[in-house]
């Protein structure tokens, strides 16, 4: 009983110092953070049940920011050496490094996956779980974004998307993607939806390479 009330006061307090740390790096850099606090385990769950783990090969998280998602995929048994995740803050990295050392984690730009994975568009995922912010940007920017991404999924994979938004953040592309979403978690801060970008049936059809 008392290791276990040990390990809970540990937790909490590791939350703590993400929350404080979180917010620190967002009172510095409030466009590129997007959320004033990591998203609660619940709404990370949610993320990793919609996304198409269940497809052989890779994972790719963009944004994985201190690692809740990352843990929650740990924790829905997906092993660590299929993840690739790509964190742009320094500190945030080489933090995710320590606490999963079994994980590729990357420090580079999300948005330009030929430049930080080096590999010339060859690795094909099972799934990406995405979390930049990309309020900022023009509605045709981030389709063209989320078009290129789709280049990266195999067949049947997609694209799951943390947001505040009420409204899908990227409109659907007609022969490549379509959007649903989850349930609002209303335990989140703010309360959230996970958004779902699927592979339309023409695009999957043509095996996903375009």
Request: proline share 6%.
């Amino acid at each position: 009983m008392h290791e276990s009330r040990q390990s809970e006061t540990h937790a909490k307090s590791g939350r703590g110092g993400d929350l404080a740390r979180f917010f620190g790096t967002w009172l510095r850099h409030p466009i590129k953070m997007g959320a004033v606090a990591p998203s609660s385990a619940r709404y990370c769950a949610t993320m990793v049940g919609a996304a198409t783990t269940q497809i052989d090969g890779p994972i790719l998280e963009l944004g994985p920011g201190l690692g809740v998602v990352t843990r929650a995929l740990l924790n829905a048994g997906v092993a660590p050496e299929r993840i690739t995740s790509i964190e742009y803050d320094a500190e945030f990295a080489r933090t995710l490094r320590e606490r999963f050392p079994a994980i590729n984690v990357i420090q580079g730009d999300g948005f330009d996956l030929d430049a930080t994975l080096g590999d010339g568009g060859a690795t094909k995922f099972a799934a990406i779980l995405f979390a930049i912010p990309i309020v900022n940007m023009e509605q045709s920017e981030r389709q063209a974004l989320f078009s290129r991404y789709f280049r990266r999924l195999r067949p049947g994979g997609n694209l799951t998307q943390l947001s505040y938004l009420w409204k899908p953040p990227v409109k659907s592309v007609a022969g490549v993607f379509d959007v649903s979403s989850t349930p609002i978690v209303w335990d989140n801060i703010p309360p959230a939806r996970v958004w779902i970008y699927s592979q339309a049936q023409a695009y999957h059809n043509a095996g996903a390479v375009h």
